[in-house]
Every structure is written in C-alpha cells, then in structure tokens.
C-alpha cells in the first residue's frame, strides 16, 4: 500500500481520531488546529503537529496544502472557519478535500464550494445503527456516493434457496455479486448456486433499491 501524504484540519474526537488512525497505518500525517491543548495532544501520534488557522489563505499556503494527496476538513461547530478552510484548501490547490458538516445546510455549502467528499458522521452513524437494527441480518454498508451501495447480508427465513429462485435481480434491481460461506469467498456466483443459514450475500445496488429489500428482510 502506498503511503499518501494526508492534512488533518481541526483536532476534536473526530479529527483526532482520523489523523492518528491515519498515522497508525502508516501514513504521513501533519495534523493542525487553532488550540494549541488540541496539538499538544496529538503531538507523538502523528507525524508532525501544529498551530495553525486553516481559514487564514496565507498560512495554509505556507504549508503547501496543494502537495498533500488528502486534506480532511474536520472543524467542528465553527462553520464559518470550516467553510474558509475548504474553500483556501481546493483555492491553493489541493487534489482532494473531504469535510465534516454538522448539519445539511453546513453540507450542501461544503459541496457547492468545491468538497470532494463531505460527511456528517453522527448522521451517518445514525442512518447506520437504524438500519442496523431495522434489519439485523445486513452485516455492513458501504455507500459508493451517486445513489449506490453495496451490502453484506446474511441468509435468514426470507433469504433462502437458490439465486435463480430468490431473483434479487427481478424483484428489486439488485445485482449479487459474491456469496461468502464460512469464510470462502465465490465471487459472481452462478444462478444455481443455493443460499444456506449463514451465508452471505453481497449486494449492489441504488440507496432506494437496497431499502426497498431492507422492508421485504425486516417484514
């Protein structure tokens, strides 16, 4: 795996947590934040600490944002230092700008402004315990963003036979890519291919399809 260069803007749980688990797997990481408490934290789990206002052009430039494969933007309640820090961020440059929002308008200004990615990881994490707990038997999402995801989820009553009768296709736009059964992975399995307990599938398919399959599993 190639070591990628990555910025970490705004040192709270969230930006400490992705700046030193970045630095854990062996990325190059220069975290910063205006409070220097926040920077003396992080101080010998990344690799370089500063203080520094992000929403100030001139020094964000000086650490040459545009040189970093990844700048995460992960200010908090600030939105206004949030939002100049993403716009100095892709003005000076740099390839790629995920940020964190606190809410949706906070997201749509972040995208409108030029953010490659923008998360709201409460949010997130909510959708994702709901689901979680509506469906019990989807063991994990990965959203691909433009509407599309992929889901793992394991054989129950409603999900059972072969992948000819089952029809996930057919019944609701779902494409099955692979079946995992105790720990072997046969990916594009064949239509004959029979679903037993505990077995998993894995899914892709639009948001609206994949939760049109949540309500048949959760019924």
Partial sequence: ??????????????????????????????AVDQHEENVERVMNLVTH????????????RALGVADFDVVVVAIGTDVQSNILATMNAKSLGAPYVVCKAIDEMARRVLERIGADLVIRPEH???????????????????????????????????LKGTLRDLNLTGRFGVQVIAMSRAGKIEVTPGAEDEL???????????????????????E
């Fill in 124 to 158: 997130d994490m909510g959708v994702r315990l709901a689901r979680q707990i509506a469906t019990p038997n989807i063991v994990d999402t990965l959203d691909l963003g433009s509407d599309y995801a992929v889901v793992e989820i394991e054989a129950n009553e409603r």
């Fill in 1 to 30: 795996m190639k070591s990628k260069q990555c910025l970490v803007i705004g040192l709270g749980r969230f930006g400490t947590a992705v700046a030193t688990t970045l630095y854990e797997m062996g990325h190059e990481v220069i």
């Fill in 196 to 218: 037993r307990p505990h077995d998993k599938l894995v899914l892709i398919g639009t948001s609206h399809a994949l939760d049109e399959l949540r309500r048949y599993l959760g």
């Fill in 49 to 60: 600490a500063a203080v520094l206002d992000a929403s100030d052009e001139r020094a964000l």
